[in-house]
Structure formats: C-alpha cells, structure tokens
C-alpha cells in the first residue's frame, strides 16, 4: 500500500540524517542555538527562487513534452506543481509518475508515450548538471569528492543517452502496444531539439538554484563561494538515491556532509541545510495545493487516488508526427 511505502520512505531518511547527526557528532543545544539566529530575509528571497526554479524546471519539461502534447507553458507549469506536491508526500518521486496520470486523464495521451518523455527529460536534467559542473570549474577549484560525483552522474546520462538511441533507432518497433508508446515519447525530440535542451535549457536549474544557495547562505551569516553551494546542491540531490518522501532527512544528510567537508560547523551546516529545505518545499507544495483544488480535484476518492472533475486541458490534443506513424 502506498501509506507503507510511504511510511518506509520517511524512516530510511530519517535513518540517513540520524547517522549523519551520529557521524559527526552534533550537538542539539548548538543546532538550536544556530537556528534562533537565522534572519528571515534571505529565506524568503530563496522561497521566492524555489518557484523561479520550478519555472526552468518547467520550461526544460514542457520543451521535450511538446513533440507528443502541445501543451501550453502555463499548463506545464502547473502539471509540474502538481508533480512536486505528491513528490512530497509519496516515496521515490512518486509524484513524477502520478504527473504522467494528470496529464494522461484530461488529454488522452498514452501514459506510456508520455513516460517516455519524462525519462528524456530526467536524462536532459542529469545532462545539464554536467555542463553546469564544467561551467563551475570555471569559478572555482572543486573537492575530490565531486570529481567521484563525475562518473555517476555521467554513468547515468550515457546509460539513458544509450537507451535513448535504441529506441530511436527503431529496433523495438515490434512488442506490446505500451512498449510501442514508450518508444515513440523517446523518439519524439530530435537531436537538434535536444541538443539545445541539454546545452541551453538543462543548466540554467542547476545554475540558478547554485545561486539561490549561496544567497540563502546569508541567513545563518554563511558567504559560501559559488563552488560550495555547487557541491551542496550535488550532494543533497545525489542523497535523494534514499527515496524518502520530499527527501526528508536524506536532503539533510548530503547537504549537511558536503558543507562540513568545507570547515563549516557542523551544526551551522544542518541548521541551514534544513531551513533551505524548507523554502524549496514549501512554495511548491501550496502552489500543487492550490492547483489541486482550483481545478477540484479529491484527493484519495473512495475509487481511485484522485477523482477527476471537468478536464482543465480539454484544449489540449496530442501532436501527430508523420515519421513516428510509418
């Protein structure tokens, strides 16, 4: 049931941020002490740059999306929130799956097909990170550590990239009719349209939120260097492998151990860490909450998870490529 994946999912990351609390052996009383000096305005500042951040996130999305679904930007925008609301409360980035079914029910579009295109859009983000990390270098000399961060991240782009290809290549014309749809939500962007997602688009998250970062670092009176913050954002996002709802606990953890690794005081660094946390989160949750009810969905009906109302994208038709239908 999804209440124990969930309920699993909290405990493991909360295990993740325990042992990291243990490790390097943090004090409660100056953990709290960090936090009652914490000044408000940088926050809000970086709670407004969570919804920026989601605003590229969707333009990235919403440009591999439009080959199978001519969404509009807006659209996308809220798609998204949805997503990110129930990525807060379900495990392992739950909500990206039950984002396909929003889409799926009010346009018609095969979830598969749209499947497809989420993965190339996982494949574009892990992307970008490489080309923001060559960028950083520019700024900065990075730790050891993120020079290990290298060949994972690569490992996953070149395995997807790999996966990609295949699909596009038309060897798996033949199987199941989902297996079909899946294809074709690979195989709807062209390269040029992907290349200019990946070397474009797909940095300008990373970049920005390094940015926002290091703007939050003010509030518990942090100057962290543009390569710090890089580490911290890779760290927490590499954490995320524990797959805790809203990356409770395991966001704490990554970033927690990468700030430390720079002479930062420990507590400091949780301190912080768990603030920024907050202020990613919470925008995005009210906006899906918002969302939600103006487009009156309920929540966990008695027949399925969401009971939809009138289709809010009713405008909405699938894009025919002639090229995918031979």
């Not at 040029?192 to 920005?208: C, E």
Request: a positive charge; proline letters at 5%.
């Amino acid at each position: 049931m999804a209440w124990i994946r969930t309920a699993i999912g909290l405990l493991l990351g909360i295990a993740a941020a325990s042992a990291v609390v243990f490790y390097l052996g943090i004090s409660q009383k100056d953990l709290v002490a960090s936090l009652h000096d914490v000044q408000p305005q940088p926050l809000i500042l970086a709670a407004f740059g969570a919804l920026v951040l989601m605003a590229l996130q969707s333009l990235r999305w919403w440009i591999v999306m439009r080959p199978v679904l001519q969404l509009r930007y807006g659209q996308a925008f809220k798609a998204m929130m949805v997503g990110f609301f129930f990525n807060v409360l379900l495990p392992a980035r739950g909500g990206d799956l039950l984002r396909v079914q929003y889409l799926g029910k009010r346009t018609g579009i095969s979830r598969a097909k749209l499947l497809g295109t989420e993965i190339v859009d996982f494949w574009s983000d892990k992307w970008g990170w490489v080309t923001a990390f060559a960028m950083v270098c520019l700024l900065g000399t990075p730790p050891s550590w993120l020079f290990r961060a290298l060949p994972l991240i690569g490992g996953v782009v070149v395995s997807v990239g790999l996966l990609l290809a295949l699909m596009g290549s038309g060897l798996l014309r033949r199987g199941p009719e989902w297996l079909a749809n899946l294809r074709d939500g690979f195989a709807a962007n062209r390269w040029k349209r992907l290349l200019l997602v990946v070397t474009v688009i797909a940095p300008l998250p990373w970049l920005w939120e390094t940015f926002v970062i290091q703007m939050a670092g003010h509030a518990l009176s942090l100057d962290l260097t543009v390569m710090q913050s890089f580490a911290a954002l890779t760290a927490f996002n590499v954490a995320t492998a524990v797959p805790s709802p809203g990356n409770a606990g395991s966001f704490e953890a990554g970033g927690t151990l990468a700030l430390t690794a720079f002479g930062i005081p420990k507590e400091t660094a949780l301190a912080f860490i768990f603030v920024y946390h907050l202020t990613q989160v919470v925008p995005g949750f009210i906006g899906g909450i918002l969302v939600l009810v103006l487009e009156r969905e309920t929540l966990f009906g008695r027949k399925s998870l969401l009971r939809f109302g009138q289709p809010a994208l009713a405008d909405v038709a699938p894009v025919v490529d002639s090229d995918l239908m031979n």
